[in-house]
């Protein structure tokens, strides 16, 4: 209960994957993101993807000849990837990220999503010919990282991911090796997006990220009148997330991280916690809920990187507090 994961993938001019690799206070890795859905515009019925500058390049054409969003090869991704894995770190593939293309349409785009990414960025297996941008690179599991849905949606916001989640446990179970799945929701319960599927599936790791809603946020459990605007004291929302995953979820063992943005550009206000006050909040609920913290959540690896701090990045300071 004494892990880091930390967000790369979207950082402006961010160094490549393997740097953080070298780095030994970095457990789990979600990397950033499959921002476009099948179902979306342009999709043409293949999932998109973005990393930053760690991959530029064509994208996929569809065997009838259609252009995709789904950047075809990420190689370097796919070669730092194993290098990772390599240092005893888990890599999870983030869906979402706060992209106006995130929205599954029906049960079977839901079943089928699940089929696509399991099959382009899972374990490679000799009998898929379709794309493998990441090489024969696999992933240690998938993120749901569902903040936003497109304009366009008919159904509710939360349709169709217990769905895909249920079809991933179904591939994870024809593999002897272990794979994982999280969540990213936002500190308000029940997440919009995500508390549906918590309910019904099985997630590993809910990332919970207490940077975004100032009444539930990390600030609030340091000081209880931010995010108040004149009502009842704030407080930060961890408790009332075990008592959530204790009695709404699926995985009533889903580790729940505290999530924190690693500098101050990262969010906005006073939501950025100094290592000191990060550290404080951190000893208090993880000796409060010894089984249920999983650790810490850091938005984003390149904002901790430059957020240096008595010679340490802020991702290193809390991984020294997360020990101590
Ligand atoms: C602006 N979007 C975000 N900060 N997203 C996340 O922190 N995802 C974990």
């Not at 999870?92 to 929205?103: A, F, I, Q, R, W």
């Not at 029906?106 to 490679?124: E, N, Q, R, V």
């Not at 349709?159 to 799945?181: C, K, P, S, W």
Request: glycine share 10%; charged share 20%; net charge negative.
């Amino acid at each position: 209960n004494t892990n880091v994961a930390m967000y790369w993938g979207q950082g402006s001019d961010q160094k490549p994957l393997r740097y953080f690799c070298d780095e030994e206070s970095i457990d789990i890795i979600p990397i950033g993101f499959v921002n476009v859905f099948p179902d979306q515009k342009g999709a043409n019925g293949y999932p998109g993807t973005n990393f930053g500058n760690a991959c530029g390049g064509s994208y996929y054409k569809s065997p009838d000849g259609k252009e995709t969003r789904l950047l075809e090869s990420c190689p370097l991704i796919g070669r730092d990837i194993k290098y990772c894995q390599a240092q005893g770190k888990k890599i999870l593939l983030s869906l979402g990220g706060g992209s106006p293309d995130v929205y599954l349409a029906s049960d079977s785009s839901a079943k089928d999503m699940a089929d696509f990414i399991w099959a382009a960025f899972g374990p490679a297996k000799e009998d898929w010919e379709g794309p493998r941008p990441f090489g024969d690179a696999g992933v240690d599991g998938f993120d749901f990282d569902i903040e936003s849905e497109a304009d366009k949606i008919v159904g509710p916001v939360d349709f169709g991911y217990a769905t895909m989640v249920d079809r991933l446990r179904h591939l994870y179970d024809q593999e002897e090796a272990t794979y994982y799945i999280s969540a990213s929701p936002q500190c308000i319960i029940p997440d919009s997006h995500l508390s549906d599927a918590i309910s019904k599936s099985i997630f590993d790791f809910i990332f919970v990220q207490f940077y975004n809603t100032p009444s539930c946020s990390a600030r609030a459990g340091i000081d209880h009148s931010y995010g108040a605007y004149g009502g009842p004291a704030t407080d930060i929302s961890y408790d009332s997330w075990v008592d959530h995953v204790k009695t709404n979820s699926a995985n009533k063992e889903a580790k729940i991280y505290m999530g924190l943005a690693a500098a101050a550009p990262a969010t906005f206000g006073e939501m950025y916690l100094s290592p000191e006050e990060a550290v404080q909040l951190v000893e208090k609920f993880q000796s409060k809920w010894p089984t249920m913290f999983g650790g810490v959540m850091l938005w984003e690896a390149t904002f901790s990187e430059n957020n240096q701090y008595k010679g340490m990045s802020y991702g290193k300071h809390i991984k020294k507090g997360l020990e101590s």
